[in-house]
């Protein structure tokens, strides 16, 4: 019976915390070899860092909470299209398609987390935390990739019909 799909969005709980799914996958992504606590803790350092920054910096553009930022930060770096590869005819073309939902969130997470671990130097909260800002801003690593996709995507709009 191997293959089967998991009704993983059912039995996924809310985090401790804030009592929000998307914060409770957000964790499950950042955990390496099934250490939850240290995802939970390194996310929650995350979010206590942009709390304390916001309560310094005061402007009227931001959100007023951390989880606020982070709501944004998901929303600025979800992409709409991606470009995937088919062979038609002998020849690969790299055909612009949109994404589902669950799609745009996997890529989303992987990114903002990407680009937080490729920061070398600093505590993974810290890195994690200056990410989710900059990407709540529109700006960082995580946004540049979005960007980076939907100019591919933009660039081979002509193999559109190819997406069947």
């Not at 099934?34 to 390194?42: D, S």
């Not at 709501?71 to 038609?88: C, D, G, H, L, T």
């Given at each position: 019976?191997g ?29 390496y ?41 998901i ?30 969130q ?28 900059s ?8 946004v540049?990739t ?15 019909h190819?997406a069947?």
């Amino acid at each position: 019976m191997g293959g089967r799909i998991t009704n993983s969005e059912a039995q996924l709980q809310p985090d401790p915390r804030y009592q929000d799914k998307l914060v409770a996958k957000f964790v499950n992504c950042i955990m390496y070899d099934g250490k939850k606590a240290t995802a939970q803790k390194v996310v929650y350092q995350a979010f206590d860092t942009i709390q304390a920054r916001l309560e310094k910096e005061k402007l009227d553009t931001l959100p007023r909470t951390a989880i606020e930022v982070f709501q944004k930060a998901i929303e600025n770096v979800k992409p709409v299209v991606e470009v995937r590869s088919k062979r038609v005819g002998g020849a690969n073309y790299q055909v612009p398609m949109q994404l589902n939902r669950r799609r745009a969130q996997s890529l989303t997470f992987r990114w903002i987390i990407d680009a937080a671990r490729a920061e070398k130097g600093r505590p993974m909260h810290i890195k994690l935390a200056n990410e989710l800002f900059s990407a709540c801003k529109n700006e960082g690593k995580a946004v540049a990739t979005r960007e980076n996709t939907h100019r591919m995507a933009d660039a081979n709009k002509a193999f559109a019909h190819f997406a069947w």
